[in-house]
């Protein structure tokens, strides 16, 4: 079966600091892999997605890039974090035939960062 | 711009009532939908999903109904339970290149089931 983890779980970083949040799937290959930020009061906004090692999409212009290394690694960085980077932080991954149907995510436990 | 739209940050019902959120969408070319629950400090989980070419589909206490002409689609749980109480995500996708699917999600709906 498969896992998603990433870490760390809870991160409090002052602004101008680096972040490092990483995730890593278990038990599939070529997932499609994706960051979401849930901000306060906010939905669950899709930062970046990733079909392959270092094909890299982003959503959004923002403070914060992301890389994926390896297969099943995925990597967000900042290399100066803003207040406004705060909020709870999900990775997920997709697999086409993996699911009830196409686009279900997958989701990791979430990494809570508050920019203090 | 907001592609799916939950207009009701929040919906409280008595245990053993019908709870109904709602959802709505601009975009044509989405062509499947889900709803995630989502409890505080976790990862999203999935709930139901449904397809374009259905207008329902259930599952147990869940049935999702989708209203293509008018873009919309609603979740209906019954009877509701106090375990129900969550963080409701609505969201949608279109194939966006190979086989990629993105999810483009709402801003959610707080349910609180009450004893």
């Known amino acids: 079966s498969q896992t998603i983890h990433q870490w760390p779980a809870t991160l409090v970083q002052p602004v101008g600091s680096p972040l490092s949040l990483e995730c890593t799937v278990e038990?599939?290959?070529?997932?499609?892999l994706y960051w979401y930020r849930q901000a306060a009061g906010r939905g669950l906004q899709l930062l970046f997605y990733?079909?392959?090692?270092?094909?890299i999409s982003s959503e959004v212009p923002q403070n914060l890039s992301a890389s994926r290394p390896q297969d099943r690694q995925f990597i967000l960085s900042s290399k100066k974090l803003l207040l406004s980077d705060s909020g709870f932080y999900l990775c997920?991954?997709?697999?086409?035939?993996?699911?009830?149907?196409?686009?279900?995510?997958?989701f990791g436990e979430g990494s809570r960062l508050t920019v203090l | 711009d907001q592609q799916v739209k939950q207009n009701s940050p929040s919906l409280s019902v008595q245990e053993g009532r019908i709870s109904i959120l709602n959802c709505d969408y601009t975009?044509?070319?989405?062509?499947?939908f889900l709803w995630y629950k989502k409890y505080p400090a976790e990862g999203p989980t999935f709930l139901i999903s449904?397809?374009?070419?259905?207008d329902k589909n259930e599952d147990g206490r869940f049935t999702v109904f989708l209203n293509k002409s008018a873009k919309h689609l609603s979740l209906h749980i019954v009877p509701s339970q106090p375990g129900d109480s969550a963080v409701y995500f609505c969201?949608?996708?279109?194939?966006?290149?190979?086989?990629?699917?993105?999810?483009?999600f709402g801003k959610g709906t707080l349910l609180t089931v009450n004893p």
């Open positions: 997920a991954w997709s697999v086409d035939g993996v699911g009830a149907g196409p686009g279900e995510l997958f």
């Open positions: 038990g599939t290959s070529n997932p499609n």
């Open positions: 990733s079909v392959g090692i270092g094909q």
């Open positions: 975009n044509s070319m989405f062509d499947y």
């Open positions: 449904i397809s374009s070419i259905k």
């Open positions: 969201a949608a996708s279109a194939r966006s290149g190979g086989s990629n699917y993105k999810l483009t």
